[in-house]
């Protein structure tokens, strides 16, 4: 036998004004025309003809997520899990890095996120061939 109960459970708005205060992002070319960047810390990713083209297709697609999530009353991008470490580890060891602070909305008072992009030579998940020698 089930009863119902009259109490109301609590809201939970005040999670949905947490900000997201960093983001990593590794990106990558996929092809000659064609690049790709990954979020890490929400398994996200997005193509573009270039790198910078990538990186903002990202940011874009991270931002509309993230209004998603506060109209909706959730905490920001909490459906999506990490990235396999593989591209945590392609991020550690990436030759360029740019820095930069997104602001998702200039009237939101909770600040800029810190976004970290580290660019590596080809895809993560592309060993390179070993070097065989036939005597």
Known sequence: MFFRSKARLPTVRY???MPIRRLSIVA??????????????????????TTEGA???LLKMVRAHIDYDRRHARLPLSSFVPAPRLYWDAFRQGSRRWQF?????????L????????????HPAIRPALSVRIA
């Open 55 to 57: 990186v903002d297709a």
């Open 101 to 109: 602070d997104m602001v998702a909305d200039p009237q939101d008072s």
């Open 15 to 17: 999670f949905v004004r």
């Open 28 to 49: 990558f070319p996929e092809s000659r025309l064609v690049s790709t960047a990954r979020c890490l810390e929400h398994d996200l990713m997005a193509s573009g003809r």
């Open 111 to 122: 600040g800029a996120t810190q976004v970290d992009v580290s660019l590596v030579p080809q």
